[in-house]
């Protein structure tokens, strides 16, 4: 079974940066390089958002329009991690964020981790 863990989470004032990083480890059947994967975050009150998502190679990304410029999501095969870089940080982009591994109908989720963004 798959399982994902984020970290790198903090607080951080508005215009801030962090990087997030997903570790990911459990892989029987397949490897790491054979899950497209997907940031997400949930802030108080509001529904799970996509975020930001990347191919099984790294070659093509996708991003919600709230975050396009500002964030940059990527991933190294070889240490089966994903990450997050986050700048420009606004008071909106506060949440907690997950990491998802997906392969055709399955979607494996981390726990979450709490970014802050605060004056």
């Known amino acids: 079974q798959v399982h994902l863990v984020e970290s790198g989470g903090g607080v951080v004032q508005p215009g801030g940066s962090l990087r997030l990083s997903c570790a990911a480890s459990?892989?029987?059947?397949?490897?790491?390089?054979?899950?497209?994967m997907n940031w997400y975050r949930q802030a108080p009150g509001r529904e799970r958002e996509f975020v930001a998502a990347i191919t099984r190679a790294g070659d093509n990304t996708v991003y919600a329009d709230s975050v396009k410029g500002r964030f940059t999501i990527s991933r190294d095969n070889a240490k089966n991690m994903m990450y997050l870089q986050m700048n420009g940080l606004k008071l909106d982009d506060a949440g907690v964020y997950y990491c998802?591994?997906?392969?055709?109908?399955?979607?494996?989720w981390g726990q979450g981790n709490q970014v802050t963004v605060s004056s």
């Open positions: 998802s591994a997906v392969r055709g109908a399955n979607e494996s």
């Open positions: 459990g892989f029987t059947d397949f490897s790491f390089s054979n899950y497209a």
